[in-house]
């Protein structure tokens, strides 16, 4: 079910994927940012639905950012799991474009799920034509969502929204929604080779 408040802020002072996450986050809820940087998504849905936020992060300079900013944050890393936060401790729990640079990709979405009545993950889709057509001339793909070099990459699980629906499916991960974007757009006709950037709303089955 998505969120009803109106999002008045300008789309284009924010990324559109903080739109459509604003539009999954019910208003005045408890949310957790997993690898949340300077806690800009945070503050979004904070302004926008003022909700009880609350950041992980491991960076020195992004901690530092998060308190400038007002963000509760806890200087933690994900690789160690999330053994300190309570089951269903917070209504939803976001992973926004750190999946791919995760090394316990597995563990990190079902500790997720154990801590969130809900949960919303974003990654760079790999299938992306523009991605194919990099690996076909021989070279690894850099873009928009993918912008480091092979050598400086922290990137090691890429995948495809195909990839992450078997997953799921694999995992008796329930897909409450998925939304496609390329360049701030939405996909919907053949979203594993047209989409950028892949978004979904996902619960325990």
């Known amino acids: 079910m998505q969120n009803n408040v109106n999002i008045t802020k300008n789309?284009?002072?924010?990324?559109?994927?903080?739109?459509?996450?604003?539009?999954?986050?019910?208003?005045?809820?408890?949310?957790?940012?997993?690898?949340c940087g300077d806690g800009e998504l945070l503050q979004f849905l904070r302004s926008s639905l003022e909700i009880k936020g609350y950041g992980v992060e491991k960076d020195d300079t992004n901690l530092?950012?998060?308190?400038?900013?007002?963000?509760?944050?806890?200087?933690?890393?994900?690789?160690?799991?999330?053994s300190g936060f309570?089951?269903?401790?917070?209504?939803?729990?976001?992973?926004?474009?750190?999946l791919q640079a995760m090394h316990n990709t597995e563990e990190i979405v079902l500790e997720?799920?154990?801590?969130?009545?809900?949960?919303?993950?974003t990654f760079p889709n790999f299938g992306y034509w523009r991605n194919r057509m990099q690996i076909t001339a021989g070279r690894m793909?850099?873009?928009?969502?993918?912008?480091?070099?092979?050598?400086?990459?922290p990137n090691v699980h890429l995948c495809t929204i195909n990839d992450f629906d078997y997953f799921c499916q694999q995992h008796g991960?329930?897909?409450?929604?998925?939304?496609?974007?390329?360049?701030?757009?939405?996909?919907?006709?053949?979203?594993?080779?047209?989409?950028?950037?892949?978004?979904?709303?996902l619960k325990s089955k």
């Open 11 to 35: 789309v284009t002072e924010y990324r559109q994927d903080f739109a459509i996450i604003a539009n999954w986050v019910k208003f005045g809820t408890k949310v957790l940012d997993l690898g």
């Open 64 to 82: 530092i950012a998060c308190v400038k900013n007002g963000i509760n944050v806890i200087q933690m890393d994900l690789e160690d799991g999330l």
């Open 86 to 98: 309570e089951d269903q401790s917070f209504n939803t729990v976001i992973l926004s474009q750190t």
């Open 112 to 121: 997720m799920l154990r801590v969130g009545k809900e949960i919303i993950v």
């Open 141 to 153: 793909p850099v873009s928009k969502a993918l912008p480091y070099q092979w050598y400086d990459t």
């Open 173 to 201: 991960i329930e897909i409450l929604e998925r939304r496609v974007i390329t360049d701030g757009k939405e996909v919907n006709f053949m979203p594993n080779l047209l989409g950028s950037l892949a978004m979904y709303r």
